[in-house]
Every structure is written in structure tokens, then in C-alpha cells.
């Protein structure tokens, strides 16, 4: 029973909480704030451009000094992007988090932004799994099949 990203998107929903690259990173921090999240897609127009997360702010703003209230999102946001497609598998996208350390994967599908698939939906997929295949061997074991 392999996962893929398409059945994850359909069970969590493919909500995508963007900001337009010309946005303060006050403004994206009072966004990511009221949606709960920890990144945002940066959006030119209907164009995927970017990803702002906490570790950009932390370290591209905090870290240098900058202010938030005048620092537009564009200029500190992560622009060198690691997507998947919805075929992806979760385990390929658990290899691909932890390889790149990178905690948000958008999901790009056609040439547009499809969804985001974050770590804790990836871990909470492959905990899903391991469930269902202690119950099957459980069950074979115990020959209640």
C-alpha cells in the first residue's frame, strides 16, 4: 500500500496559502500567523516564484538585521525550488525533505500549483501505512484472516 501525493492532497485538500512576492515579510508573518502555517507559496500572479518559510525569516531577516515592516517577501524568499508531481509516493518525498531539508514540497502539476505537502503530512502518511501493515501481519500471524 503505497501512497502517493494525489491521494494525499485528496484526504487533507489542496489549500494553498500564497503571498504575492511585492508583500512585506510583516505582512507574510501576519498571514502565516492566522493561517497557523510555517510557509507560504509565493505567487506572481497564477506563477509559483517561491517559498517563504520561518527558517527564512529567522535567517535572512532576524539574523541580518533587516525589518520586517520593510523588507519586501521577494527579496529574502527561497526561489531555488524542490517540487513534486502528484505521482510522487510519499516515501519519495520523505527521501526528498530529508535529503534537502526542506520542510514544505508544493506540488506542481501541468505547469500550476496544485497543492503543499509538508512534513508532518508525509510522517503522518507513513504512520498510517506502518498501522495498516502491523494489523495485516497481526491478522496473518494470528490467522484471523
Not at 103 to 123: A, K, W
Not at 126 to 139: D, G, K, N, R
Request: proline residues 2%.
Amino acid at each position: 500500500m503505497t501512497s502517493t501525493v494525489r491521494q494525499l492532497l485528496q484526504a487533507k485538500g489542496n489549500m494553498v496559502h500564497a503571498i504575492p512576492a511585492d508583500a512585506t515579510v510583516f505582512e507574510a508573518l501576519e498571514r502565516m500567523a492566522a493561517y497557523d502555517v510555517g510557509a507560504l507559496m509565493v505567487m506572481n500572479g497564477n506563477q509559483l516564484v517561491g517559498i517563504f518559510s520561518e527558517r527564512d525569516y529567522a535567517r535572512k531577516i532576524v539574523l541580518m538585521g533587516r525589518i520586517s515592516k520593510d523588507t519586501l517577501v521577494g527579496e529574502v524568499m527561497t526561489d531555488d525550488l524542490i517540487t513534486v508531481t502528484p505521482d510522487a509516493t510519499v516515501a519519495d518525498c520523505m527521501n526528498l525533505m530529508t535529503g534537502n531539508r526542506v520542510r514544505h514540497l508544493p506540488v506542481i502539476e501541468d505547469g500550476r500549483l496544485i497543492g503543499v505537502i509538508s512534513i508532518g503530512d508525509v510522517v503522518k502518511a507513513i504512520m498510517t501505512q506502518q498501522e495498516f501493515m502491523i494489523a495485516e501481519l497481526e491478522s496473518y500471524i494470528t490467522g484471523s484472516r
